[in-house]
């Protein structure tokens, strides 16, 4: 169809809108009158024109289908975005089943009509909906019960995704992706009864002041379950305003605050697990005279938490039991400092190896921590080798930083802290699995063929300390505390250079490093070697390249970190070039010995 059908502007009867006759074309604004139905069958486009409004105040049944569903969008003549899709009182409950909304902004009144789906004093079920590309915030309702199911939310202006109001509210199955602006939340509830939010996963709020969750202005009863909220620029979740809360097997990782209670704000946290975050928990009066919060936490796991696993001010009470934490000290009884021991931690498997003391620690015999294990593939940089004795000279100090993701990163706006200081505030490209090393005098470096960087300020001390990275929106995304004695490596001459073991361990713990000798992680010269090798991390195929052609065979041996010898290969050929299948090998760290020179490889 080329849009011979038009929507009309008032819709007093029942009408059914078909897929022979799409795409519909409106005019202007389209109301559903209180007497009537509009129904949409799967296939249908509606095209608006900038600024026009569909306003229900009867019903709007949308029912799509997930081979043909539903779009309401801009008429591709105009460029101004369409209004919105208003709810204003409906008579009967609504559905939009299977469909996209983009393009779209928001309605006439300010506050009412602020977003591209908004519901005042009616009910809404939105499933497989995919709202991603519109001029406002999705969703907003007041008055009003509202489901939201198995959708896609994404918005690139500062607001919430979805904000409901004196209310009720059910989301399950969701995705929200966020933004670099401002004061974004995912979701906002506001004086919101018996809510639920439940198998939903929250990333990237990376602008200021932006949570996962902000439950405030007495929302009561809410239950958080089931769900992943990851890189939130403050909380992953917040509980203020006399709000109060359940949150359960939930996993929350890399945000500033993992929970948040704050002026009268209560909730108890039972079978979560917390990764990656400053504070994982946090209790405090935020406004003056509004009083502290409460948390009551147990059956959870609070690991590398950057500053600490709790934050409480004196106005504020928290009772702690049955938990594991991994750094710096939470005096409660009943919990234990230890490794969780975790599958992949940096890649969201939390999944529990065989040993963790976390498996049947609960009362009950359950497992401490969330059931659910994810797998997200958004791995960051993280922090593979220090060097920081200065045994052979003071000033011989790097950090090297790995890609570990599957994309290429720009580590603009990236930034190390507390030992050093060091700010990237030029374009710095890493491809998947190459690494830059940042270093107090790039001179002792000028023959890697891997880049390096000079950090601005600092040394690092010999008596241990706190190394942070973070990303341009300043969130934490690796951190390492080292210290000079057991059970850390223990540098000595030739061998003061501090190497992860394994890409997948989680190295804030010291059984995740070992030495290595300096001139093995640090020298690339083909002088000295007369051999190169790349690519290097490597999965597969490891080439070897000679300044010469060999005139004798050539042996090659490959260790493990316990110094075992795993394979013993003999080669001559030709050419100056040799390739070693290392394929077969798990992942970590070897030592390849070629003709009495070592070098350190990286198998992924």
């Known amino acids: 169809a080329t849009g011979e059908c038009a929507l009309p502007e008032t819709i007093a009867e029942d009408l059914t809108l078909t897929a022979d006759c799409s795409p519909y074309l409106a005019t202007g604004t389209s109301v559903v009158q209180d007497s009537a139905t509009l129904a949409i069958e799967p296939g249908v486009e509606i095209w608006f024109p900038s600024d026009a409004q569909l306003i229900v105040q009867g019903q709007l049944l949308a029912q799509g289908a997930a081979e043909a569903p539903i779009a309401f969008r801009l008429n591709p003549a105009y460029e101004l975005p369409w209004g919105n899709i208003q709810f204003d009182q409906s008579s009967s409950p609504n559905v939009i089943r299977h469909a996209l909304v983009e393009g779209a902004s928001e309605g006439e009144h300010p506050v009412h009509d602020r977003a591209a789906i908004a519901a005042w004093f009616s009910s809404l079920t939105l499933d497989h909906v995919t709202m991603i590309s519109n001029a406002s915030n999705p969703i907003y309702a007041e008055y009003s019960d509202i489901q939201l199911l198995n959708s896609t939310l994404q918005s690139d202006v500062t607001g919430d995704l979805i904000n409901v109001r004196h209310g009720s509210a059910l989301i399950d199955s969701c995705l929200f992706v966020g933004n670099d ?25 990376r602008g200021f002041n932006s949570d996962g969750i902000d439950l405030g202005e007495g929302s009561q009863n809410i239950l958080i379950e089931g769900g992943l909220i990851h890189h939130c620029t403050d909380k992953g979740i917040s509980i203020g305003q006399s709000s109060n809360a359940v949150i359960q097997n939930m996993t929350i990782t890399n945000c500033a605050l993992g929970v948040a209670l704050k002026d009268l704000g209560t909730a108890t946290v039972d079978h979560s697990t917390f990764y990656g975050n400053q504070y994982a928990l946090s209790v405090y009066e935020k ?13 959870s796991l609070l690991s590398n938490s950057s500053h600490s696993p709790l934050f409480q001010d004196s106005l504020s009470t928290a009772l702690v039991f049955d938990v594991l934490y991994d750094t710096d000290t939470l005096p409660f009884e009943g919990v234990a400092m230890a490794n969780p021991l975790f599958a992949h931690p940096d890649g969201f498997d939390f999944t529990l190896l065989e040993g963790s003391p976390a498996i049947g620690a609960g009362l009950d015999g359950s497992n401490y921590g969330a059931a659910l294990a994810w797998s997200v593939a958004q791995r960051d940089v993280s922090i593979v080798e220090i060097g920081y004795a200065g045994i052979e000279d003071p000033n011989r100090e790097w950090i090297k930083l790995r890609n570990e993701g599957e994309q290429v990163l720009n580590l603009q706006g990236y930034a190390l802290e507390d030992a050093v200081s060091w700010h990237c505030t030029t374009p710095l490209w890493l491809d998947p699995g190459e690494a830059v090393w940042i270093t107090k005098d790039a001179a002792f470096f ?35 505390r080292y210290a000079p004695d057991a059970p850390w490596p223990v540098p000595v001459a030739g061998s003061e250079a501090l190497v992860r073991t394994d890409p997948l361990a989680d190295n804030h713990f010291a059984s995740s490093w070992m030495l290595a000798e300096v001139n093995d992680v640090t020298s690339f010269s083909t002088v000295k070697h007369q051999w190169q090798v790349y690519p290097n991390p490597v999965r597969s195929s490891l080439y070897v390249r000679f300044a010469w052609i060999p005139a004798e065979p050539v042996r090659s041996q490959l260790f493990n970190a316990s110094g075992q010898c795993l394979k013993d290969w003999t080669w001559q050929s030709a050419s100056n070039e040799m390739v070693l299948d290392i394929s077969g090998f798990s992942t970590g760290l070897y030592v390849l010995r070629i003709d009495g020179q070592s070098c350190l490889i990286h198998v992924l």
């Open 446 to 480: 000028l023959e890697s063929f891997e880049q390096v960087r000079q950090w601005d300020a600092g040394q690092l001390a010999n008596e241990g300390e706190r190394i942070i990275l973070k990303d341009a929106a300043g969130i934490v995304v690796d951190f390492v």
């Open 287 to 299: 406004n003056p005279g509004m009083g502290g919060g409460d948390i009551t936490v147990q059956n």
């Open 181 to 205: 602006a401002p004061d974004t939340d995912a979701i906002d509830y506001d004086v919101v009864s018996d809510g639920i939010i439940r198998n939903s996963i929250i990333h990237s709020f």
